[in-house]
């Protein structure tokens, strides 16, 4: 179960403002500061396959590597994101144009963990053998992560600053993320408003995906993703 909160940075002079604080150092200790350059694809069926049962695909380059992950669909409660994720890496094409629907999620379900067949397996019904994919939408941008404690929480936050990409329209990411690892979940809710309350972030209530979606001002007869 992924479980975070996203919180949009409407002023990038909000970023210079959480950099020279003291949280910097509390979300981002330096031990553990990594900067990953990312390139999202998300991926999608002409008939609808995956939407149509609140699923999404996407496959993430991330610095050298590849990972693909399958996601269902989800909830919010309070400002916690919450929906099933299973995640694999992927030696396959890059970018992924021209692929099957069954050839991604076969080679899915033999580089990931036996959790995906117990778990994520059983929610994918039998899907057509040719149901190509087109890319929906992209995100590219610069993620600044590390794992933090903060009280009895442990996660990891993410400073993701880029660009949503849906055909020729484009829209900027400036988001920080907070992600659930261990302890006491009960402590994200109020972390997230100490948060908003210091540097004047505003809760974030959809995906990426969303978003991206949402810069499509036509309807198109393509898989929408959840």
């Not at 948060?195 to 499509?216: A, I, N, V």
Request: hydrophobic residues 40%; proline residues 5%.
């Amino acid at each position: 179960m992924e479980q975070e909160i996203k919180l949009t940075i409407d002023d990038p002079a909000q970023v210079s403002r959480l950099r020279n604080s003291h949280w910097y150092q509390c979300l981002f200790p330096s031990a553990d500061r990594r900067e990953i350059r990312m390139h999202s694809c998300y991926l999608g069926t002409p008939g609808r396959f995956l939407s149509a049962r609140h699923i999404s695909l996407r496959l993430r380059r991330e610095n050298e590597a590849i990972v693909m992950s399958v996601k269902s669909d989800g909830q919010v409660s309070g400002y916690i994101h919450q929906r099933h994720e299973w995640s694999a890496g992927w030696t396959g094409r890059w970018p992924p144009v021209g692929l099957r629907l069954d050839d991604v999620l076969q080679a899915f379900s033999l580089g990931s963990p036996a959790a995906l067949h117990d778990e994520a397996w059983p929610l994918l019904p039998p899907f057509p053998d040719q149901s190509e994919l087109v890319i929906l939408c992209e995100v590219r941008f610069k993620r600044l992560a590390a794992s933090f404690v903060w009280h009895d929480l442990q996660a990891e936050a993410a400073l993701d600053q880029g660009w949503l990409i849906a055909g020729d329209r484009q829209l900027a990411l400036h988001e920080l993320e907070i992600e659930y690892l261990s302890g006491d979940i009960r402590q994200l809710n109020p972390l997230a408003e100490r948060l908003m309350s210091e540097f004047g972030l505003r809760f974030e209530p959809r995906s990426k995906l969303s978003r991206c979606l949402d810069l499509r001002q036509e309807e198109v007869a393509v898989d929408g993703g959840s």
